[in-house]
């Protein structure tokens, strides 16, 4: 993987153009994919000098870096507030599955510039989902000790399988034209009646 090299602001004025150039790259990325946007229509788009670009970021690879960083720190947080108070796997695995539609409902572009990533650089896609698999591993081993999950599946597959289902139903609320809080309901229970069968015990 490319050595990451990005610099954050230490006031708030350099707060307020680091975000700005954050969310122009954003929409530049989603939009044309990471190969066809440069440096120079970030900085463009975004009205700031050269210089204040690389004041920042070394090149277009570490903004990018720090973006899918960013994302995951989202993600992951809106996951733990949703799952706060549950104290099963099975509740922990529905409010998660929840809390992660909604957030893909809510911020589109995440989908776009995580996947973006494949093309962008293949060891940071590779981490990306690989940290996401390591952390899910270790809250699974919990869930097995608890006789919660069963004991004879390899959770490191289980990690990628329930990571799988999320994206691709993520993808199924994507694909809507309206979501309601019904809905995030009825799509999550229906997932989980299908997990219930081969994933818990009874």
């Known amino acids: 993987m490319n050595q990451v090299t990005y610099r954050l602001p230490k006031r708030k004025d350099?707060?307020?153009?680091?975000?700005?150039?954050?969310?122009?790259?954003?929409?530049?990325?989603?939009?044309?994919?990471?190969?066809?946007t440069s440096i120079n229509e970030i900085i463009a788009k975004s009205g700031i000098a050269t210089g204040t670009f690389y004041l920042y970021f070394d090149d277009k690879f570490a903004l990018y870096s720090y973006l899918l960083t960013?994302?995951?720190?989202?993600i992951r947080k809106a996951i733990s507030t949703g799952i706060a108070g549950a104290s099963t796997r099975?509740?922990?695995?529905?409010l998660g599955l929840r809390a992660f539609l909604k957030f893909a409902w809510e911020d589109p572009l995440?989908?776009?510039?995580?996947?973006?990533?494949m093309?962008?650089?293949?060891?940071?896609?590779?981490?990306?989902?690989e940290t996401f698999s390591r952390d899910y591993v270790r809250q699974l081993t919990h869930a097995v000790d608890e006789g919660e999950v069963r004991d004879d599946i390899d959770l490191e597959t289980l990690s990628y399988i329930l990571m799988?289902?999320?994206?691709f139903v993520g993808l199924q609320v994507l694909f809507r034209k309206s979501?309601?809080?019904?809905?995030?309901?009825?799509?999550?229970?229906?997932?989980?009646?299908?997990?219930?069968?081969?994933?818990?015990?009874?």
């Open 70 to 74: 960013t994302y995951r720190k989202l």
């Open 164 to 167: 799988g289902i999320s994206n």
């Open 90 to 94: 099975y509740e922990k695995e529905r």
């Open 110 to 117: 995440a989908y776009r510039i995580i996947w973006e990533s």
């Open 14 to 36: 350099g707060q307020k153009t680091f975000d700005h150039i954050i969310n122009t790259a954003k929409k530049l990325f989603s939009k044309k994919g990471y190969q066809a």
């Open 179 to 202: 979501l309601t809080d019904d809905d995030l309901d009825r799509i999550t229970d229906q997932v989980m009646s299908i997990l219930s069968s081969g994933m818990f015990r009874p």
């Open 119 to 129: 093309f962008a650089d293949q060891a940071l896609f590779r981490d990306y989902y």
